[in-house]
């Protein structure tokens, strides 16, 4: 007999099956203990942010959280991708693959952006090079 059909046998008198046991035959009773109120750290009332111009939210949601990012401002093609996906309703596929497309489009912007600094420091280093290899043939 295994251990969970012993313990069926021996509860079977209960009048209520899946009521759990007397404080003093639990197994782990000296370690469980009466749960306790959690300090009063937190406020009871969250202060709401103030939202800026251009900060998007659900479509679903009346008003903004009471807080949010404000960290990376939408910016460029992907920031009005965004807004485009924020102006229709969550459970449309269309919202969700703006905003993947919109991911993608960011990525681009920002090796675009990287590849627009390294042309502009090229051209620079082309001509000092050129002009140590002028001074030092010298």
Known sequence: MTDRQRQLHEH????????DLSRHERPGVPMEHE????????????????????ITHRKELRSMTPVF??????????????????????TRA??????????RV?????????????LAI???GAAALVLAVKFFKD
């Open 12 to 19: 079977l008198d209960r009048p209520v099956s899946g009521s």
């Open 35 to 54: 749960t306790r109120p959690l300090t009063p750290t937190a406020p009871e009332q969250v202060e709401h942010m103030r939202p800026r111009r251009g």
């Open 69 to 90: 990012g404000t960290a990376q401002p939408l910016h460029g093609i992907s920031g009005v991708l965004r807004r485009v996906a924020y102006s229709t309703h969550e």
């Open 94 to 103: 269309k919202h969700w693959m703006m905003l993947l497309v919109a991911d």
């Open 106 to 118: 960011n990525v681009l912007e920002h090796r675009i952006a990287k590849l627009v600094k390294i």
């Open 122 to 124: 090229v051209p620079a």
